[in-house]
């Protein structure tokens, strides 16, 4: 199969749309309840159908899954879960073969305590190269028995875990920003960055094109210690990223991503173009689109469209934030509506807690995913509306965009897993208070009326899937026109056909509360509808419709791509 001359186009990131894979949870082909690496080759013609143009692939490396692989044990082999090398290879080949690229994940702030270079620090003791890797320190107080500063974890405790000496007595404290089973790598020291060079060199190497960057804004800690104002909600040191916070967005980051920049553009060649980075970093967008300047990494993803409640004016705000700050530095926006971490898009928009709200003179606290929006009740058909019109907005915004995988199918939240399936860390760490995020990394339903859905031949998956997932299946959705996932298929080859779309720039019109309408140049308009009242549209020639319309009414929670009016209809053929 021959990918075709657009495969080495050396901007097809501006405007790629990346299809996220978590692969425990994508399709199992050796029928052992748990997806992996030949499930997602398996799956790449589907992936070609729907018309992505990339597939990120969440970690697939060897881990004792503490965090879902986002504990890694060794950087350059595959888990035995998942598959082999030889896997990979096969999925690299195959995929470029289909002119789809592969994104791996880098996990550079944080390995395993199963890592064989902290196994050898353990070992080594107080003082000694081995744990100069990472971040030991003695503690507080006459005994050391304190933490070396109050900082909190992310999933909840503390950052410090201590470690019982050769001689049995309680000893140094290690730093683990997320789990005590994730241990932080200390990026001053040289043997590190030179790991993670080499750990680039491996799977570029072996055809990857390119890496998203787990917490690219942690990695760096500020060298005094400082302790951090008091979470009122965890009694530890805030996790806040303020500016100056000792653990977030250090400015000696920058010294580190301009060197994987560096590796990436040697492995630049005219017949697949540039392998790229896109940065995961929780931070406004003023301090985030540092990270996607021109020698830095590519792009990032856009959080605040994500977090954003449902209603146009915190929509148009953002978006609005979004695109001056990158058209600042020249990269392009990179919008995202889910991922493995966060509520689905059909339960968010169907819980009366939507998101955050960016109206003008309205301050929201940041929405707390977890636990401030589980347990709300869900109405999934209202969230399924909002999901279909959230995903054509996203789609005609200028620049990139992901898809996490099932977003296509319309799944929602699983919010009622059984207790004893629980796995996110968060759940143990919360003291069982917050369910976590097991709930959105449900295997996917791909084909038949009862679990495992296709997803494997008859094993029980590694979470239990709803009964009712029969509807939404990929094959049930195949055959229907107004399905959601054939609504993905429309928009991005929609996306794909008019030059309308992807990079580039967008202007507003005037519109009544409640409604978002655009135009992209040549010939394109989106009218997004967050109120609840209809919206005439007037003249309008449609392109694609979330749902129905009623003749020229744009109904509520409903996206339009239409051509602006006196276009004339010729131009679309
Ligand atoms: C962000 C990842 O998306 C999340 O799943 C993980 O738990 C943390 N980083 C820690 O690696």
């Known amino acids: 199969m021959n990918p075709g001359p657009k495969f080495a186009d050396h901007d097809w990131?501006?405007?790629?749309?990346?299809?996220?894979?978590?692969?425990?949870?994508?399709?199992?082909?050796?029928?052992?309840?748990?997806?992996?690496?030949?499930?997602?080759?398996?799956?790449?013609?589907?992936?070609?159908?729907?018309?992505?143009?990339?597939?990120?692939?969440?970690?697939?490396?060897?881990?004792?899954?503490?965090?879902?692989?986002?504990?890694?044990?060794?950087?350059?082999?595959?888990?035995?879960?998942?598959?082999?090398?030889?896997?990979?290879?096969?999925?690299?080949?195959?995929?470029?073969?289909?002119?789809?690229?592969?994104?791996?994940?880098?996990?550079?702030?944080?390995?395993?305590?199963?890592?064989p270079w902290f196994q050898a620090a353990l070992a080594a003791g107080p003082g000694s190269p081995e744990r100069e890797l990472f971040v030991f320190r003695e503690g507080r107080g006459d005994g050391g028995e304190l933490p070396p500063t109050n900082w909190g974890a992310?999933?909840?405790?503390?950052?410090?875990?201590?470690?019982?000496?050769?001689?049995?007595?309680?000893?140094?404290?290690?730093?683990?920003?997320?789990?005590?089973?994730?241990?932080?790598?200390?990026?001053?020291?040289?043997?590190?960055?030179?790991?993670?060079?080499?750990?680039?060199?491996?799977?570029?190497?072996?055809?990857?094109?390119?890496?998203r960057v787990d917490v690219a804004d942690s990695l760096i800690i500020d060298q005094d210690f400082p302790d951090t104002p008091i979470d009122p909600r965890t009694g530890k040191g805030t996790w806040e990223k303020y500016p100056g916070a000792p653990c977030w967005?250090?400015?000696?980051?920058?010294?580190?991503?301009?060197?994987?920049?560096?590796?990436?553009?040697?492995?630049?060649?005219?017949?697949?173009g540039p392998r790229i980075f896109v940065s995961e970093a929780y931070l406004p967008f003023e301090r985030m689109?540092?990270?996607?300047?021109?020698?830095?990494?590519?792009?990032?993803?856009?959080?605040?469209?994500l977090q954003s409640e449902?209603?146009?004016?915190?929509?148009?705000?953002?978006?609005?934030?979004?695109?001056?700050?990158?058209?600042?530095?020249?990269?392009?926006?990179?919008?995202?509506?889910?991922?493995?971490?966060?509520?689905?898009?059909?339960?968010?928009?169907?819980?009366?807690?939507?998101?955050?709200?960016f109206r003008s003179g309205v301050v929201t606290d940041e929405v707390h995913w977890l636990d401030d929006m589980a347990g709300l009740p869900v109405d999934v058909a209202l969230g399924r509306r909002r999901a279909r019109a959230a995903a054509l907005l996203m789609m005609a915004l200028p620049g990139g965009c992901y898809v996490y995988q099932g977003e296509e199918l319309g799944l929602e939240e699983v919010e009622d897993l059984p207790e004893e399936s629980?796995?996110?860390?968060?759940?143990?760490?919360?003291?069982?208070?917050?369910?976590?995020?097991?709930?959105?990394?449900?295997?996917?339903?791909?084909?038949?009326?009862?679990?495992?859905?296709?997803?494997g031949t008859d094993a029980d998956p590694w979470l239990p899937q709803p009964n009712h997932w029969g509807e939404l299946t990929a094959e049930r959705q195949d055959d229907d026109p107004d399905s959601m996932l054939n609504l993905y298929r429309a928009a991005l080859a929609e996306r794909h056909r008019n030059t309308a779309l992807g990079d580039g720039e967008m202007s507003w019109e005037e519109s009544e509360d409640g409604i978002l309408s655009f135009t992209?140049?040549?010939?394109?308009?989106?009218?997004?509808?967050?109120?609840?009242?209809?919206?005439?549209?007037?003249?309008?020639?449609?392109?694609?419709?979330?749902?129905?319309?009623?003749?020229?009414?744009?109904?509520?929670?409903?996206?339009?791509?239409?051509?602006?009016?006196?276009?004339?209809?010729?131009?679309?053929?």
């Open 289 to 305: 689109v540092e990270y996607v300047r021109a020698d830095r990494l590519h792009t990032s993803f856009n959080f605040e469209f």
């Open 13 to 115: 990131w501006r405007s790629a749309v990346v299809y996220q894979v978590y692969p425990r949870s994508f399709a199992d082909s050796n029928n052992d309840g748990v997806g992996d690496v030949a499930g997602i080759t398996g799956k790449l013609d589907y992936l070609k159908g729907l018309g992505v143009d990339a597939i990120w692939v969440s970690p697939w490396y060897p881990s004792p899954l503490w965090d879902g692989g986002y504990d890694v044990s060794d950087y350059r082999d595959i888990h035995p879960d998942f598959g082999t090398l030889d896997d990979a290879d096969e999925l690299f080949e195959q995929a470029h073969a289909r002119g789809l690229r592969v994104l791996i994940d880098l996990v550079p702030n944080h390995c395993s305590i199963d890592h």
């Open 422 to 455: 629980l796995q996110d860390p968060v759940w143990v760490r919360s003291n069982h208070m917050i369910r976590g995020r097991d709930g959105c990394r449900v295997p996917i339903p791909w084909s038949g009326n009862s679990a495992p859905f296709g997803f």
């Open 154 to 211: 992310s999933f909840g405790g503390g950052a410090w875990e201590r470690v019982i000496e050769a001689d049995g007595t309680p000893g140094q404290w290690f730093l683990h920003m997320f789990a005590p089973e994730q241990p932080d790598w200390n990026w001053e020291n040289p043997r590190v960055l030179e790991e993670f060079d080499g750990i680039l060199r491996f799977w570029f190497d072996r055809d990857a094109d390119g890496f």
């Open 249 to 272: 967005d250090r400015p000696e980051l920058a010294e580190i991503q301009r060197r994987w920049r560096r590796v990436a553009d040697e492995y630049t060649n005219s017949a697949q």
């Open 520 to 573: 992209r140049e040549p010939g394109f308009r989106c009218v997004v509808n967050t109120g609840d009242t209809d919206h005439d549209l007037g003249e309008a020639t449609v392109i694609l419709t979330s749902s129905p319309l009623g003749g020229s009414v744009l109904p509520p929670n409903t996206t339009v791509w239409v051509l602006p009016p006196n276009t004339t209809v010729w131009m679309v053929s």
């Open 310 to 357: 449902w209603y146009a004016e915190s929509f148009r705000n953002v978006i609005d934030k979004s695109l001056a700050a990158h058209r600042g530095v020249g990269a392009p926006a990179t919008w995202v509506l889910g991922n493995h971490d966060v509520i689905r898009p059909v339960s968010r928009y169907g819980k009366s807690l939507s998101g955050r709200s």
